[in-house]
Structure formats: structure tokens, C-alpha cells
């Protein structure tokens, strides 16, 4: 009813904000947050208030106000309600997620690059689990056997388009893999 918004002494030290420097409000909440995410937080804010939830979990990036730097956040919270459904506050923790997220991001660069190499050679690879199910083929692989992604990840890979004209290629690749 308020729009006031409450901080720990903790979250101003993680977005790096004092007292004065942050307009308690929900759009001065909102313009503290990264561009990009705005509109995701905004709508999920809505959400939180319009009844369309009971709970919420998000990330988002918030700009850092000491500094500029970015700080992506791992916000949860609960909403609590009146007798008729009515928003009274939300209860809400945040974490830095910063560190992991650009080790997330790293890992998923490396792993598009490894998959552009791996899409342009010109061998067969494959990747398979231990029980000989098929979680990865190249490209060359695929376009070989005029195949899509989802006709063959997942399934025992001598049943897969290349060997299951031959029972006996079928069986000395099931020993193979066992």
C-alpha cells in the first residue's frame, strides 16, 4: 500500500547503495536493475501483486551504485496477503550469484566453441553415456545419415540410423560398450 521498499544493512553493502543514494520505492528499485532485466523483474514484480503468484525466484542484474559494476542477483521472495488476497509486503532475500554466473557463462562459451570445432569436422563423433545411450553427435554425423538432433540423442546408439541395418554391427557394439 505503501510502496516502500526495506533494506538489509547487507543488500545496500551487495548493490552498493547507502540510504541516501537509493529512492525506496519500486522504481527506485527498478532503476538500480540492468536494462536488460527490467522488464523481467518489472513483470514479475506485477505478478507478485496482481495475485497471479504466491512466491517468486528470479535473477536479474542489478548496477552497482559505488562503482558501476554489474552484480548478478538471485532474488527469492514471498508475498504475503490480507483475508482477501490483497498484497500486504514481500519478504524477499538476495544473493550474489556474480562469481558463478561468469563461471557459467565461461563454460557456456567454451562449450559453443567446442561444439562449432566439433560441428566442422569432418569425422563421425559421438558421445555416449555408460549404458550406450547416445547424449551427442556431431553435425558431419547427422547430415550423413540426413538425420535431426531428436531422431537419435537418447537412444541406444546401435539402434541409431548408422548401424541397425546389421545385427552383428548391433551386437559388437553392445559388447563394445559393456
Not at 91 to 99: K, P, Q, S, V
Request: some cysteine; charged content about 35%.
Amino acid at each position: 500500500e505503501t510502496d516502500c521498499v526495506h533494506w538489509s544493512k547487507q543488500l545496500y553493502e551487495l548493490f552498493g547503495y547507502t540510504r541516501e543514494q537509493f529512492v525506496p520505492s519500486r522504481d527506485g528499485f527498478l532503476r538500480i536493475i540492468h536494462p536488460d532485466d527490467k522488464k523481467f523483474v518489472s513483470q514479475k514484480l506485477d505478478d507478485c501483486f496482481s495475485g497471479r503468484c504466491e512466491s517468486y525466484e528470479m535473477e536479474f542484474r542489478v548496477i552497482r551504485g559505488d562503482d558501476g559494476r554489474i552484480v548478478w542477483t538471485s532474488g527469492r521472495g514471498l508475498i504475503q496477503r490480507d483475508g482477501e488476497g490483497r498484497p500486504l509486503k514481500i519478504i524477499a532475500a538476495a544473493t550474489d550469484r556474480t562469481e558463478r554466473k561468469q563461471w557459467e557463462l565461461t563454460l557456456a562459451d567454451r562449450e559453443q566453441q567446442l561444439r562449432r570445432v566439433i560441428d566442422h569436422t569432418l569425422n563421425f563423433i559421438g558421445v555416449l553415456d555408460c549404458d550406450g545411450v547416445l547424449l551427442e553427435a556431431n553435425a558431419t554425423a547427422l547430415r550423413a545419415g540426413g538425420l535431426e538432433r531428436d531422431e537419435v540423442i537418447g537412444r541406444k546408439f546401435w539402434d541409431c540410423y548408422w548401424w541397425n541395418f546389421d545385427q552383428e554391427t548391433m551386437r559388437e557394439l553392445q559388447e563394445a560398450v559393456a
